[in-house]
């Protein structure tokens, strides 16, 4: 019985931590359009620390996004299944319960995400000796969010019905500038967690299920396990909806940075944000209100409540990054820009959960209260590349549009609509005003989306079927220079 919560668990995880810019469902910007490794804002406490050296004045930004997005997913079903109410454990299949309307393509079922994605930052000069300053800053951000709501009953159900996932960073930092050419700074973020979740857990995909069915004294052969062939899965009997509720999480990081202002109108930034350990920590219910875990086995050993609760926690790293930018001006009215982002997500090899409830016991089968899992998830690398032109209208007025590319972390054989992914082209707009010394206004239009995702190589036939997902992100900010 270990395996449920912990399936679900990793479910939740794959959801929040796809943090690459632009990965999954993430905010895609945090701080303005313009904000990056080498943009001088207050939004360089979260992308690059030492570029805070560069301002002269305490700097407020506040402001935040409207995040938009439309996931969808036709599953494709590659193998042999029964029909749902058949009770075949083990194959072979009698011919008359295979199901003859799958293998084949279930309904499109489509999730349509929402919310606004705060940020706050402050900046502020501390000491002055001649060229030579300490400048602090202050960011809250939420870097890593994601909302799905699916059919309940889609042919998704056992990937993900429901989950809400956000991570919040809040991050002191110092830059030292330290010539008038060099900043060099640091930033330690308390991360924040939070997620829930829904999904339908398949019993036959759980190993320790099946060798305690298959040990006396019920002694049923089956099929059962994490390899369990598609004629023995996504039974009625065997599909038992969870749920995970308030599952915290905190965790502490750090990114340096440096920023170099080499020549007029030229600036490049380099920084690297380290891995943030993370262990999830909330309750679970699942639900086994159906005779065959209630009563039909019962004098065999095996009896659980209708429903069961617990506690759980999952264990998981978010990867390292490193970032790369240039920002130089033509002229008084062009200036370009350029960002390479790099994140290991091969570091994500697997997730370690551990769930304990009084009810999963079953001492007569050999199933105790408290165990271990690890999920393998074999996730790649990610780049992001993007490119900006800036053009100012007037004095006071810029326009901006940038365009790029992020490749996907998820590999086909893992990838899930837990997970929707996949290679992106990122294209976005925006606008900058002064107005007058001390305020600056911002406003900026981001639309993501992949390429055509079609997957046949899905481990176990899970995950099979075409993906789809763009994100819409219309942000709006307001800087003031004190």
Known sequence: MRAPLALALALAALASSRAARGQALTAPNVGTGLSGAATIDPAAVWWNPAALGFLERPTALLGGSLLVGDVSYQRERRGQYQRGDALGFALPIPAENLDPARPGTAPAVRANPFGVVPTAFVAFPLARVGATRLVAGLGVSVPYAAILQFDPDGAQRWQLQSATIATVFVTPAIAWHLHDAVSVGAGVSYVFGLAELAKVVDFATLGDVGAALARPPIAQRN?????????????????????LRRMIASGLTFNVGIALRPARGLTVGLAYQ?????TFAGSFELDLDD??????????????????????????????????????????????????DYVTWSQVERFDARVRSPALAQPALGLGDTQQLALPRRWRDTVAVEGTVRFALSARLLAWAMGG?????????????????GDR???ATGLRLRVGEAWTLYGDLEVQTILPRTVVGSDHDLGNGTYGLTLVNAGAHVQRAF
């Open 291 to 340: 005779p065959f875990f209630t009563r039909d086995l019962a004098s065999q050993g095996l009896q659980f409540p209708a429903r069961v609760v617990g506690d759980a926690t999952l264990g998981f790293t978010l990867p390292r990054s490193f970032r790369t930018a240039v920002s130089y001006d033509l002229n008084a009215r062009v200036g370009l820009g350029a960002s390479f």
């Open 405 to 421: 590319y992020h490749s996907a972390a998820t590999p086909d054989d893992t990838l899930d609509v837990a997970s929707p992914d």
């Open 223 to 243: 099929d059962f396990g994490p390899r369990a062939p598609t004629g023995v899965r996504e039974l009625d009997v065997l599909a038992r909806p969870i749920r």
């Open 425 to 427: 082209i990122v294209a």
């Open 274 to 278: 380290h891995s943030t350990p993370l």
